[in-house]
C-alpha cells in the first residue's frame, strides 16, 4: 500500500502534507539528518536480523592447537586507501562531451532579426547537430544577453546542461535577466543532480553476514551520507532561487530523493536474510519504514517544483513527464497522472510556415517572451484583437506548448472566436490535467460554456465542457489530490457526460469512457461491488459505440477490469 493511501481517512494529512510544501519551496530540504536517522535504522535492523539469522547455526569453533608455537611471519602493512568521497558530483558522462566540443563563434554571421535562423535551428531534429547549430547563434546581439546559452543547456540532455552553462550561470555580466539568470544556475543545478544517486554500491558475492555488515559500515553507509549531502548542497543552493529556475531545481531534487528510495531499497541481501521469508519481510517493512521520510521529502519537492512551473504556464516539459511518472509509481494509491487517460480530442497543430509561428509553437514557454517580444505585451500585442487568422494562427501555435502568463491574460480580456475559444479551452484543460488545477477546469467550463455553435469545433468543445464541468469540482491542486483524494467533497457529477454519451458514434464513445474513468477516481466507502459493476457496464457501452480501435479496446480492458474488481469486492 502507498503513502498516499495510507494517508485517507486521516484528517489532518492534507494540511500537513500542504504544510510540507510550503516549507520545501521556502528552504532547503534537511537531507543529512534524515539519511542519518536512515543509516542507523538500517544499521539496528540489519545487525539483529542477521544476527538472529545465523544465531542457530553458528559453530563451535576449534579446540586451541596444542602443539608448538608456529612461527611468526612478519608482513608490511598494507597503507589503507583513502575512503571515497560520495558526496562529490559524478563528472558528465561521455555522451556530453560533443556538447562541450561547440565554442560559440564569433563574429555573428545573422544580419537580420534572427528569427528564421533560431527557427531552423530549433527545429533540427538530432540533439548535437541542433546545439551545434544554437552555439553559431550564441554571439548574435540581436538575441537578448544570455538567452541562446540558456536555451542550448535548455535542449540538451538534462545530465548535460551544466557542461554548457559552465561557470558562467551565476555571472551578472552573462545578462542583466535575473529570472534568465536562475535559470541558467537551476538547469546547472538539475544537471548535478541528475547524475546523482545511481545504483548504490554493490557487495560481491559471498554474501554472509560478516562480510555485509562490513560492507554497510565501511562503504554503503558513506554512500548514503555522501549522496545526502550531496543533494542537501544543491537543493539550498536551488532553494535561492526565484521561479522557473527553482522549479527545475524542486524537481530534479525530489527524483534524487525518490531514486535515493529506489537505489536503497535494491541493494541485495545477504544469503542468510534472503533465504528466510519471515527475517526478508521484517527487514523490508522496517527499511520501507526508515525511507519514508526520503519518499515524503521527493514527494514534496516535486510538487514545489510543479507548482512552480505551472505558474510559468509550462504543459509539455520532459522534467514534468518525468517526475509525474515517478511520483505516480511512488504514491499509486493518488496517481498524479490519473487524468492522462481522459480521451480528450486533441489540439490541431499549426503549420509552422513562417519563422515566427515556428518560434511560436517549439520554444519552450519561458523562452517565448525573450524571444518574440510582442508576446509579452499582452493585450497591446498581436494578441490584442484575434478577429484575424494569421493571429488565430498564432495563439494555437503558443498554446501547443504552454500557457504563458502573458498569452493567457490576453486571451482572457477578449471575446475570443471560436477557434481560439476552443483552443485556449484545450490548453486550460490540459493545464488542469497536468497539475489538479481545479481553477484551470473552471476556467475551462466558463469559457466553453459560452461557445457560440456553428463552428467545426463545436463538437469537441462541448466534449470539453462536459469533462471540465465534472472535474471542476475536484481536488483544487496536486497537494490537496494526493492527501485528500481527487473528490475530496463527494462524488463527481457526470450528468453532462452521461448526456452526451447517449448520442452515436466516436463522440458519444468519448463521453462515456470519460464519465467512467472520472467516476473511477471516487470509490465509495461501502458498495464496492455495485460500483465496479456499474464501472463495467459504463465502459462496455463505451466499447461498442466506439468507432476507433483505440477507443474500443481500452475501454474493453477496462471494462474487464472493471468486472475482475467486482468479483472480488465484498458488498
Known sequence: ??????????????????????????????????????????????????????????????????????????????????????????????????????????????????????????VVPDRVSRDAALAELQACSVYPPGVILALRAELTPPECGDVIVGDLAARAEVT????????????????????????????????????????????????????????????????????YGKGIVAVHAGLADMRFVAAVRAVPLPTELAADNELKDTYYGSLDEALEPRKVRGRDAALVGLRLLSEVGVLDDPRIARARALLSEVYAGRRIDALDQLLLPPLEPVARKTPTLTLAAGLPTFYLGRFLPEVAQGTAGPLGALDEPSR???????????????????????????????????????????????????????LLGKWRGGDRHATDATLLLAVAEALGKGAKDAVEMMSRGAFPLGRPDVTVLDRLARGKGEPAARAAYDAALIL??????????????????????????????????????????AAATAAVVAE
Open 1 to 122: 500500500m502507498g503513502s498516499g493511501e495510507r494517508q485517507e481517512g486521516n484528517p489532518q494529512t492534507g494540511a500537513r502534507l500542504r504544510f510540507a510544501v510550503a516549507a520545501a519551496e521556502g528552504s532547503a530540504y534537511s537531507y543529512t539528518m534524515c539519511a542519518v536517522s536512515l543509516v542507523r535504522s538500517s544499521l539496528v535492523v540489519l545487525g539483529s536480523l542477521a544476527l538472529a539469522a545465523c544465531a542457530a547455526s553458528t559453530a563451535t569453533p576449534p579446540a586451541t592447537p596444542t602443539t608448538g608455537p608456529t612461527e611468526t611471519v612478519a608482513t608490511a602493512a598494507e597503507p589503507p586507501s583513502p575512503p571515497k568521497d560520495f558526496s562529490a558530483i559524478p563528472p558528465a558522462p561521455a555522451d556530453c562531451d560533443p556538447y562541450a566540443a561547440h565554442p560559440a563563434p564569433s563574429p555573428c554571421k545573422v544580419a537580420d532579426d534572427g528569427r528564421a535562423a533560431l527557427a531552423a535551428a530549433i
Open 176 to 243: 542583466p535577466d535575473t529570472a534568465l539568470r536562475d535559470a541558467l544556475v537551476g538547469i546547472h543545478l538539475a544537471a548535478q543532480l541528475d547524475r546523482l544517486v545511481g545504483p548504490a554500491p554493490e557487495l560481491e558475492p559471498p554474501f554472509d553476514k560478516e562480510r555485509f555488515q562490513g560492507f554497510l559500515r565501511d562503504v554503503l553507509t558513506p554512500w548514503i551520507t555522501g549522496q545526502a549531502e550531496a543533494i542537501q548542497t544543491l537543493s539550498e543552493r536551488g532553494a535561492r532561487l526565484s521561479g
Open 392 to 446: 488565430i494562427e498564432l495563439a494555437t501555435a503558443l498554446l501547443e506548448r504552454g500557457l504563458a502568463p502573458t498569452v493567457r491574460t490576453a486571451l482572457e480580456a477578449q471575446d475570443l472566436a471560436p477557434a481560439a475559444r476552443y483552443a485556449f479551452g484545450r490548453a486550460l484543460v490540459r493545464s488542469g490535467q497536468l497539475y489538479w488545477r481545479a481553477s484551470d477546469f473552471q476556467q475551462a467550463a466558463q
Open 520 to 561: 473511477g477516481l471516487a470509490p465509495p466507502e461501502a458498495g464496492g461491488k455495485a460500483f465496479f459493476q456499474d464501472l463495467d457496464r459504463r465502459y462496455r457501452e463505451a466499447a461498442l459505440l466506439a468507432t476507433d480501435l483505440t477507443t474500443k479496446t481500452e475501454a474493453t480492458e477496462r471494462a474487464r477490469a
